[in-house]
């Protein structure tokens, strides 16, 4: 049973110039893990943005409570390639009251926007 559906864009320009202004704000929004590549070279501009989009979609999965940490959300891509989250915390707890038990993520970035869908299974 689908529980929430989110769904969020990111204009990708103004998201790395949001990361210019405000240094410290990428490791407010992401995990260490989430800011690198699996070879460990740093995770491109759009790349990031669409993460970002992504924990913005599990908010509105959620329902927008207030109160959810963004590093409570992980964006990890498996061997495959394939998308996935990983949820702990304010998040974790969120989705448990919801019943949630599976989620899935969709991740693009195409003409300066990135974006991220997200379905909250229970």
């Known amino acids: 049973m689908i529980i929430g559906v989110g769904i969020d864009v990111a204009e990708i320009v103004r998201f790395a110039e949001a990361l210019e ?3 410290q704000m990428a490791e407010r929004l992401f995990l260490e893990r989430e800011l690198l590549l699996p070879s460990g070279e ?3 501009v759009a790349s990031l943005a669409a993460r970002f989009a ?6 509105k999965a959620l329902g927008a409570p207030g109160g959810l940490h963004w590093t409570d959300a992980e964006v990890y891509v498996e ?3 394939q998308p996935r989250l990983r949820v702990r915390g304010t998040v974790a707890a969120r989705a448990a009251e919801l019943g949630v038990r599976n989620w899935h993520v ?3 970035h195409d003409a300066g926007v990135a974006s991220a869908v997200v379905i909250a299974e229970g």
Do not use: V
Not at 54 to 59: G, N, T
């Open 79 to 81: 061997e495959s390639g």
């Open 54 to 59: 992504a924990k913005e979609a599990i908010a």
């Open 42 to 44: 740093r995770r491109g």
């Open 21 to 23: 202004r405000t240094p």
């Open 106 to 108: 969709s991740l693009s």
